[in-house]
């Protein structure tokens, strides 16, 4: 099936994981022929080395300290036209230079997929223990930033326009803690379906995909027989299932499809 998106120019954020959904939507659209601006920033977490050979929050947390090493060489075997760029996009003038780099690079920005998300990797995100600076770092990335990127991309539009946030089905249903980072991937949603009708008008369609436990490096095996009972389909996402639904809503087969939330998680959070 012919997506339409060669030679379509794309920004993804939050792409140094090479487990995660930013870098597998990366090689996704790098197949389909799309051009590449990938942006992220490393995130100074502790971790064990001798723990993050294998999955769970050492290897995750090493992953997202790191740069985007990995991820290239793996572009590089597609033969992917692409650019990174380490940026912070909860500021707004770093958001107004990654659109400047890459129109000056690419002519356009066809496609945003606003990736990128900040959450405390601690145990102060629960209604007894969240303090200031969880609330504000979270939200600083996850709503500031996914607003300023999406404003941006709305003002540099052109004839073709596609937003892809991304969510999390914790956004409904995440009992008891991460009060900060479920509440801002529930403002996510809400402004997904705000956004849309607002810019109908531009052709551009806002979509936001929720994806439920995801394997993107973070899940040991303890984790993973606690969490896969819950899932109907038993089993954990892949994070290339993730992938494979934002081409699509990134895709010319997706014109009419707008403001919707759609969930990836094989029926967990329903």
């Known amino acids: 099936m012919d997506l339409g998106l060669r030679n379509r120019a794309a920004i993804i954020t939050g792409t140094n994981n090479p487990q995660g959904i930013g870098a597998t939507t990366a090689l996704a659209f ?9 942006i992220y920033k490393k995130i100074p977490h502790k971790y064990d080395e001798s723990k993050a050979g294998s999955d769970g929050f050492d290897r ?5 300290s790191g740069d985007m090493t990995e991820v290239e060489k793996q572009l590089q075997a597609f033969n992917a036209e692409y650019f990174v760029l380490e940026s912070d ?14 129109i000056m690079r690419f002519g356009k920005v066809d496609i945003l997929v606003n990736n990128a998300a900040a959450a405390d990797d601690g145990d102060n995100d629960t209604i007894e223990t969240i303090t200031q ?6 939200f600083a990335v996850n709503v500031r930033g996914t607003l300023l990127m999406t404003r ?7 004839d073709y326009g ?56 973070w899940i040991d095996n303890e984790l993973t027989n606690a969490v896969v009972p819950e899932i109907p389909l038993g089993k954990l996402i892949r994070p290339q299932e993730i ?28």
């Not at 790098?30 to 990938?38: D, N, S």
């Not at 996009?89 to 890459?102: A, C, K, L, T, Y």
């Not at 992938?243 to 329903?270: C, D, N, P, W, Y």
């Open 162 to 217: 596609r937003v892809i946030n991304i969510s999390t089905d914790a956004a409904q249903a995440f009992p008891g803690m991460q009060i900060a980072y479920s509440a801002s991937k529930a403002a996510i949603e809400a402004f997904t379906r705000n956004i849309a009708i607002g810019i109908g008008k531009y052709g551009i369609t806002v979509n936001c995909v929720a994806p439920g436990p995801t394997q993107t490096g």
């Open 30 to 38: 790098a197949r389909e022929g799309v051009r590449l601006a990938l």
């Open 89 to 102: 996009i909860s500021n707004e003038r770093n958001v107004q230079e990654i659109f400047d780099r890459v």
């Open 243 to 270: 992938a494979e639904t934002i081409v699509f809503l990134a895709s010319e087969r997706a014109a009419m499809v707008t403001g919707q939330v759609v969930k990836v998680s094989g029926g967990h959070a329903l």
């Open 133 to 138: 600076s969880v609330i504000d770092g979270t």
């Open 152 to 158: 941006e991309f709305v003002r540099r539009r052109g």
């Open 60 to 64: 995750y947390f090493k992953a997202n």
